[in-house]
């Protein structure tokens, strides 16, 4: 069973620090992973989408990394303003078909960023 | 530019009681999904529709029922609520499930089973 896990759970920068954030899952037979932002009391919204066979996809100040093999992935936040605090989340989908658009997501990284 | 919405906003219902969820997207998204995002646990998918008729289980679906019979709704129906069923409930949709396909997210239906 995939599982998926965002370290450190809490994150607490001041306005202008270059931050990452962690992911790692433990099944490397990947589809794709995404990263989400969700605001307090609000849906998620999709920031970044990595395929299986990319490295890395970049959108403004947001950059993620995928490692496949060692089943990790990183968002890169450049730059961080208070308007970046959210809860951050991974999701993997799995590869093999069948039920590949089963997501398992991670419990998020709550991001502070202090004016 | 609607998207994707979800009623009610919040909801207090007793045990026992039927309630149903609605959710409606106006994408014409071949996938939807249900999903609950509780403390501790996270998101975990309910159930999902790959087409119009077309339903399946997903991590946690039992007290639960889906139907689809527009691809443009996907209501999600508490038959006799429980307060274990007591969460925040996310519906979102996709174009396909294929390779590269991001996933969007109404705002959440916050329901109380007292």
């Known amino acids: 069973k995939q599982e998926v896990t965002q370290i450190p759970a809490a994150l607490s920068v001041p306005e202008g620090e270059n931050l990452v954030l962690n992911c790692s899952f433990t099944d490397s037979a990947i589809y794709n992973l995404q990263w989400f932002r969700q605001d307090p009391g609000k849906g998620l919204t999709s920031l970044l989408l990595?395929?299986?066979?990319?490295r890395e996809q970049t959108s403004g100040r947001l950059n993620a990394s995928l490692d496949k093999s060692s089943g990790r992935s990183t968002l890169y936040i450049a730059a961080s303003q208070p308007g970046d605090s959210a809860t951050y989340l991974c999701a993997v989908r799995p590869g093999g078909g069948g039920s590949n658009y089963k997501l398992t997501f991670g419990k998020g990284t709550l991001l502070t960023v202090n004016p | 530019d609607a998207g994707i919405t979800q009623s009610p906003r919040y909801k207090i219902t007793e045990t026992g009681r039927q309630v149903t969820l609605m959710c409606h997207q106006t994408w014409s998204h071949s996938y939807m999904f249900w999903y609950r995002q509780d403390l501790g646990h996270g998101l975990r998918l309910i159930y999902y529709?790959?087409?119009?008729?077309?339903?399946d289980k997903g991590e946690v679906p039992d007290g639960y029922v889906v139907s689809r019979s527009k691809t443009e709704n996907f209501p999600l129906t508490l038959e006799s609520a429980t307060r274990s069923q007591t969460s925040v409930y996310f519906c979102?949709?996709?174009?396909?499930?294929?390779?590269?396909?991001?996933?969007?997210f109404g705002s959440g239906t916050q329901l109380s089973v007292l």
């Open positions: 529709s790959a087409a119009a008729d077309i339903t």
């Open positions: 979102a949709s996709s174009e396909s499930a294929g390779w590269g396909e991001k996933l969007f």
């Open positions: 990595i395929q299986s066979s990319q």
